[in-house]
């Protein structure tokens, strides 16, 4: 299956900043998504982020917030924007399409462990 | 709608006994179910998937998940635990309607003991 890699691995930010977070993958991938987990909870996705268009969020969050960008098939990004104590998590980037890997099975990336203050 | 649900926050088991993470589900039509593993300051490892054929399902590092559809479960199972076991484990569906849209479960936290 493919590597991912992500940047930062983690961060300790001030309120009020943004941060954008690196997703990079070993080979052509079709889907990308971004993932949070809050301390202590289980996953949610945050939204789809489509190659060459704007990304597909998911209810609760929105772009302002957490624009994304997917220039080319392996790489995307996910700011934090106007960040808070709230935001502090875990984001993940995972991905599907991976030549020769499980179909239709998503595969995640380290996480980018993040801190607000 | 899709869910899956993890009864137990947290499992206790020792070293060269069998372990047992329990998920349920809740899906219209037919299950995709997944169980991953997440190891300390790691992501998510991909350990084994069900949709369809067998009911027992076998996996990475020697993990297999039982499906039952009339007990709607997707129980993950070891024959015998090791203490390098211990992590983070989470069931998750896939979504009917929209494939690329998984639904995680609350997790279950595996301790093993030597």
């Known amino acids: 299956s493919a590597v991912i890699s992500q940047k930062p691995s983690r961060d300790i930010c001030q309120r009020g900043t943004s941060l954008t977070i690196q997703c990079q993958v070993d080979?052509?991938?079709?889907?990308m998504f971004w993932y949070r987990q809050q301390p202590g909870q289980s996953l949610t996705l945050i939204a789809t982020?489509?190659?060459?268009?704007?990304?597909?969020?998911e209810s609760g969050f929105v772009i302002d917030k957490f624009p994304i960008s997917r220039p080319n098939l392996t790489f995307s990004t996910l700011t934090v924007s106007n960040m808070s104590p709230e935001d502090s998590s875990i984001y993940l980037c995972?991905?599907?399409?991976?030549?020769?890997?499980?179909?239709?099975?998503?595969?995640f990336g380290p996480g980018t462990r993040l801190t607000v203050l | 709608a899709q869910s899956v649900a993890q009864p137990e926050d947290q499992v206790n088991v020792a070293e060269g006994n069998p372990l047992t993470v329990k998920c349920t589900y809740s899906?219209?039509?037919?299950?995709?179910l997944f169980w991953y593993v997440q190891y300390p300051n790691r992501g998510l490892q991909f350990l084994l998937k069900?949709?369809?054929?067998?009911?027992l399902v076998k996996g990475s590092y020697g993990f297999e998940a039982e499906f039952n559809k009339s007990q709607t479960s997707f129980h993950l199972k070891k024959p015998s635990a090791l203490v390098s076991d211990s992590a983070l484990y989470f069931c998750?569906?896939?979504?009917?309607?929209?494939?690329?849209?998984?639904?995680f479960g609350s997790g279950t936290k595996l301790n093993v003991k030597p």
């Open positions: 995972s991905l599907t399409g991976v030549r020769g890997a499980e179909l239709g099975t998503q595969y």
């Open positions: 080979s052509q991938v079709t889907m």
């Open positions: 982020a489509n190659q060459g268009s704007e990304a597909t969020y």
């Open positions: 899906v219209s039509g037919n299950p995709y």
């Open positions: 069900y949709i369809t054929g067998d009911n």
């Open positions: 998750a569906v896939r979504g009917n309607y929209n494939f690329n849209k998984f639904y």
